[in-house]
């Protein structure tokens, strides 16, 4: 079995799907994960939150928006005068969420999560059935019920366990050998819909190549492999034709756009390689993730928004070992994620994702006894196998307030 992704960029139009098409046409024992086509799922998340503000009409707008945008690829592919049932009931369910909902705060993440999973519902449903009708006999497959998640919603992990055990029996069940399921999307042990967080396909991807012991995944991008820096943040950017999996992990957790992070995990443990090719050409070689390569030797330069919190311990006590313990467990438990930490005796500098949970865990330390302060607008750039010209040139920058450096790599937070 080979494991193919498509991101919604390769799939934002009729051209795109067709495309689809090409590169999977003739293949057999083939596992394509899709996302939700274009900005779908940012469109998703205006319906949710115009749920959240209680404005109906405003979210039956937007989801009217979307079966737009989604009619016009389906009328592109299949002509104006077809219907796809199962796409129009998709759409109707969705309104009859926003519609049915009593909805409390509380349940907010569970509501995001069975909104913009449509994006994913529907572009599957729409690829499935061209494909079907354009040589490439294929399954269906609910990752709902295929993928058993933690119970989480909006960054759910998935049991992989439990998962192996529905994912197979999918399998086995069918005769079709092209299978098409969902990005991004999942179920909780008590039926309702979670999603795996944002960008989470390439995760789906590659739980997918670990459950089937897929001999390759190859992701389909609009750009030629992974590239050794944003080439609109560092213009001597430069395509890296092999990486290996720390090198890779490391990019993705610094913030590289190419690859969720969590994607390699599943991967690495099977030594499954992991191809990132373009998507408007078929043969070209792309980059190639895989175990036997030891380190990049190019400089790898990551650029990620960040809010640093500054914690100050009211009782000057921060070389106690249990106030690390009680800062970590209280972002741990609201699911923050950590990407730098500089302390001394009395401050502890953390730089964090944004989250919607950022304020709840800042009242919490205060709780606990430490003055936080919150500070927006920061990046943090991670230079990996840095040189001392890269060095000189981006380490004296009067907005760095953090900086630190190991023999591999240079890291620092600046303001933006
Ligand atoms: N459609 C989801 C998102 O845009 C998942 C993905 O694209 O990987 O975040
Ligand atoms: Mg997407």
Do not use: Y
């Given at each position: 079995m080979k494991v193919y992704k498509f991101g919604g960029a390769s799939v934002k139009d009729a051209a795109g799907v067709r495309n689809l098409r090409d590169i999977v046409l003739?293949?057999?024992d083939l596992f394509i994960i899709v996302s939700a086509m274009g900005k779908t799922t940012n469109a998703l998340e205006g319906v949710f939150q115009a749920m959240q503000q209680g404005d109906e009409s405003l979210a039956l707008e937007r989801i009217d928006a979307s079966y737009a945008y989604h009619r016009t690829i389906i009328d592109d592919l299949?002509?104006?005068?077809?219907?796809?049932e199962q796409v129009d009931k998709l759409f109707e369910q969705l309104r009859n969420t926003v519609r049915n909902t009593i909805y409390r705060s509380s349940d907010a993440e569970l509501w995001y999560d069975t909104i913009v999973a449509f994006g994913e519902l529907v572009s599957t449903t729409i690829i499935s059935n061209y494909l079907n009708g354009h040589g490439v006999s294929n399954h269906w497959v609910d990752m709902r019920r295929a993928f058993i998640t933690e119970q989480?919603?909006?960054d759910a992990n998935v049991n992989l366990e439990a998962t192996a055990v529905r994912l197979k029996r999918e399998i086995e069940g069918s005769n079709a050998t092209v299978f098409v399921g969902q990005g991004f999307i999942g179920g909780a042990p008590d039926g309702t819909t979670t999603t795996l967080?944002?960008?989470?396909s390439d995760y789906s991807a590659a739980i997918v190549a670990n459950v089937l012991d897929a001999e390759s995944m190859s992701v389909w991008k609009d750009v030629d492999g992974i590239l050794n820096a944003d080439p609109k943040i560092f213009p001597d950017a430069r395509k890296i034709e092999r990486l290996s999996y720390t090198d890779t992990i490391e990019m993705a957790y610094s913030?590289?756009?190419?690859?969720?992070?969590?994607?390699i995990k599943p991967l690495e443990a099977k030594r499954i390689p992991l191809y990132v090719r373009p998507f408007g050409n078929k043969h070209a070689s792309g980059s190639a993730i895989t175990g036997d390569v030891e380190r990049a030797y190019e400089p790898i330069m990551i650029q990620k928004s960040q809010v640093l919190l500054n914690l100050h311990s009211r009782d000057l006590?921060?070389?106690?070992?249990e106030k690390f313990a009680k800062v970590f467990t209280t972002l741990d438990s609201h699911r923050i994620r950590i990407n730098l930490v500089h302390n001394s005796a009395v401050n502890l500098y953390i730089a964090v994702d944004a989250s919607w949970h950022i304020d709840d865990a800042v009242s919490e330390l205060a709780a606990e006894g430490f003055d936080v302060e919150k500070i927006e607008d920061v990046e943090m750039v991670t230079i990996r196998y840095y040189t001392d010209e890269l060095y000189h040139r981006y380490a004296?920058?009067?907005?760095?307030?953090i900086k630190q450096t190991t023999p591999h790599s240079l890291r620092f937070v600046r303001t933006k």
């Open positions: 003739g293949e057999s299949m002509g104006a005068d077809i219907t796809i989480r919603h909006k967080g944002r960008e989470g913030g590289a756009q190419i690859i969720h992070p969590k994607t006590s921060f070389v106690l070992e004296f920058d009067e907005r760095i307030i």
